[in-house]
């Protein structure tokens, strides 16, 4: 799954590390799903589009939309 969390991130100065840790995982795990290594569970999914407030979806691509 494409995502767009480092645009989101990167617009507003954040580190990996702060964002990791106002979603309360580690600094990898923000670097994984970033990279696409790794999809976040869905609460964890959700907790990232609330806290830059947008749609989950502006989020997350689903793969059968590229």
Do not use: K
């Amino acid at each position: 799954m494409t995502n767009h969390l480092r645009d989101l991130r990167g617009a507003r100065g954040w580190s990996q590390q702060h964002l990791a840790d106002l979603l309360e995982v580690s600094r990898q795990s923000v670097n994984a799903i970033e990279t696409g290594r790794y999809d976040p569970s869905l609460p964890l999914a959700f907790r990232i589009a609330e806290l830059f407030g947008v749609a989950i979806e502006e989020v997350f691509v689903s793969p059968s939309r590229g």
